[in-house]
C-alpha cells in the first residue's frame, strides 16, 4: 500500500510508519518538526520504501501530488499538548482547521479517492457526566457542557469536515477519537503526564501532581494505537466510521504516580501543584476520561499487547 502520514515525525505518527514500513508498505511522511523530531524515524532513513519531506501541511505545495500517490492518509498533523494549546489558541485553529480542510480537498480534486483516517480527540467529548464516552453521544451536550478550549472545538470542526467529504464527495473516512495514548517518544515537555511521572521518577525528583490527582483517566500505549487504527481502516474500507480508540483501564492520576515510583523503585516524594500554578491561568480539569471501545472491538476485534504496566517499565529502561 502507499501510505502518507502527515504529522509523522511525531510521537503517534511514527509508530504508524514503524507499523507500514515493517509490513512492507510504501510510507510518505511530511511534517513540518513543529513538535515532531526526525530522531522517530532514524530506523527508516534508508529504507528505499521510505520518504520524508519537511514542511507546513497549511502551505506544502507537493499535497496534491503526495494525495494523489496515497492508498490511505493519516491525517495526525495539528497543534497538540495542553501548553501550546494555551499559547497559541488561533494557531491551533488555523492549523487545526484549515490543516484538514486543505488535505481533504486535495483528496477531492484527484481522480482516485483515497481513504482518510482523521485523528480526533476524546476532547470532543468535553466536560461530560457519562462513566464511559461512547461515539454516539450527542456532541452538541458536550458543546454546551463547554468544551475546553479551542484545540477541542478544531478536533469537532475536522470530525465534521471528514463527515461533509465523505457523505458530498465519497472520501471515505475513518474518524479516530484517540483517548490519552502514551508510550516511547511522547516527549513530556509540554506536560504530558505520563514521560513527566517517569522522568521525575528516575531522577528521584518530587512527582509533580497538578490538582488532586483524583481525575482519572485510561492510557492507551501507541503501539497499541496503531494497530487499531490499521484494523480499523481495513475494516471500514470504502465506508465512513466514527470510533474510539484507546484503552479502558480505569485510573487516577495519583494512583499513576504511585505506579510509577513503585516501578521505577524511587525515593520520589508527590507533590501537588495547583492547577492555576501548573498551567498559568484558570483551568478547570476533566474529572473522568474512559472510552467505550465496543465499537471498536465489534468491529475488528481488537485486544490491547502493552498493559500500563509494560508501557511504564518501557519508558523507565529508555530514561
Ligand atoms: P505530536 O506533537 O507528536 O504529533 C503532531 C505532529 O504534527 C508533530 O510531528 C508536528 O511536528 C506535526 N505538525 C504540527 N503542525 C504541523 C504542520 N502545520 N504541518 C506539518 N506537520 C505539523 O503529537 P501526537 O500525540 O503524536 O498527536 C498526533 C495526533 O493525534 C494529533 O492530531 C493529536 O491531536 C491527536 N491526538 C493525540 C492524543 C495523545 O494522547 N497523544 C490524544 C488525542 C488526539
Not at 86 to 101: F, S
Not at 110 to 127: L, N, R, T
Not at 184 to 207: D, K, L
Request: proline share 3%; glycine share 8%.
Amino acid at each position: 500500500m502507499h501510505i502518507l502520514v502527515t504529522g509523522g515525525a511525531g510521537f503517534i505518527g511514527s509508530h504508524l510508519v514503524d507499523l507500514h514500513l515493517q509490513r512492507g508498505d510504501q510510507v510518505h511522511v511530511v511534517d513540518d518538526l513543529s513538535t515532531g523530531v526526525r530522531a522517530n524515524l532514524a530506523a527508516h532513513e534508508d529504507d528505499p520504501n521510505f520518504r520524508f519531506d519537511e514542511a507546513d501541511i497549511l502551505t506544502w505545495d507537493r499535497l496534491d501530488r503526495a494525495v494523489c500517490w496515497a492508498d490511505r492518509i493519516y491525517h495526525l498533523a495539528a497543534v497538540v499538548g495542553v501548553y501550546r494549546v494555551l499559547a497559541e489558541p488561533t494557531k491551533v485553529l488555523a492549523t487545526n482547521i484549515a490543516g484538514c480542510e486543505r488535505l481533504l480537498r486535495a483528496a477531492h480534486a484527484g481522480s482516485w479517492k483515497p481513504q482518510v483516517v482523521i485523528a480526533s480527540s476524546s476532547e470532543v467529548y468535553g466536560h461530560n457526566d457519562e462513566d464511559i464516552l461512547r461515539e454516539d453521544q450527542d456532541l452538541s451536550v458536550s458543546t454546551r457542557a463547554g468544551t475546553r478550549w479551542g484545540y477541542s472545538v478544531s478536533k469537532i470542526a475536522d470530525e465534521a469536515l471528514g463527515l461533509s467529504y465523505a457523505q458530498r464527495f465519497g472520501i471515505p473516512a475513518v474518524i479516530a477519537r484517540f483517548f490519552n495514548t502514551v508510550g516511547p517518544r511522547q516527549v513530556g515537555r509540554y506536560g504530558m503526564v505520563v514521560p513527566r511521572f517517569v522522568a521525575q521518577a528516575v531522577r528521584n525528583e518530587p512527582i509533580t501532581v497538578f490538582g488532586g490527582g483524583l481525575q482519572t483517566r485510561s492510557f492507551c500505549d501507541a503501539r497499541d494505537t496503531v494497530v487499531a487504527l490499521d484494523a480499523l481502516a481495513q475494516r471500514a474500507d470504502r465506508n465512513t466510521l466514527i470510533a474510539n480508540v484507546g484503552n479502558d483501564r480505569e485510573i487516577s492520576i495519583l494512583e499513576l504516580a504511585q505506579l510509577v515510583i513503585e516501578r521505577a523503585g524511587s525515593r520520589s516524594p508527590i507533590h501537588h501543584v495547583p492547577l492555576r500554578e501548573a498551567y498559568g491561568e484558570d483551568f478547570e480539569d476533566i474529572r473522568r476520561r474512559r472510552p467505550s471501545l465496543a465499537r471498536l472491538r465489534s468491529l475488528t476485534g481488537f485486544e490491547h499487547k502493552y498493559t500500563l504496566e509494560r508501557t511504564i517499565d518501557d519508558l523507565i529502561a529508555i530514561e
